[in-house]
């Protein structure tokens, strides 16, 4: 990939904000494999993605065209957590990968959500989204 076309942290963001409410709207069907395209029309969300279906996935994209890059969501394994650990990546992005939170909570048919980039790994995915949520209540 020629330095032109290198992914910026900013295009990462960009396609975490483009993709949260779909991830959110598929969060049962977890875990998640959401592949990006230069065409901003063209998505496409593996559900229930297991490594044992990584083979067949890399050789689809050698088929159809690799995606400009992909976002990873799981469920978190921390005790006291219910969130997300979500991962995008930019394909030849020399930035490294964007990591975040997301917390959501429903309400009858609502549901609202936080979502967190992560700064430190120094401290919990619980202590992060605590911070998260004080922040934006004042």
């Not at 997301?102 to 605590?130: I, M, W, Y």
Request: charged share 35%; proline share 4%.
């Amino acid at each position: 990939m020629s330095p032109s076309r290198s992914i910026s942290h900013k295009k990462l963001d960009e396609w975490m904000r483009e993709s949260v409410v779909e991830i959110v709207n598929n969060l049962k069907e977890a875990p998640l494999l959401l592949h990006v395209y230069r065409d901003e029309k063209r998505k496409r969300t593996e559900k229930a993605v297991v490594e044992e279906e990584w083979a067949a996935m890399k050789k689809r994209w050698e088929e159809e065209g690799k995606p400009e890059g992909v976002i990873f969501v799981e469920r978190l394994e921390e005790e006291g957590v219910e969130g997300w650990g979500v991962v995008v990546q930019g394909r030849g992005a020399e930035c490294g990968p964007a990591c975040y939170l997301l917390k959501t909570n429903r309400v009858g048919p609502a549901c609202h959500f936080c979502l967190v980039r992560v700064n430190s790994f120094r401290e919990t995915a619980k202590k992060q989204l605590e911070d998260c949520w004080l922040l934006n209540d004042s």
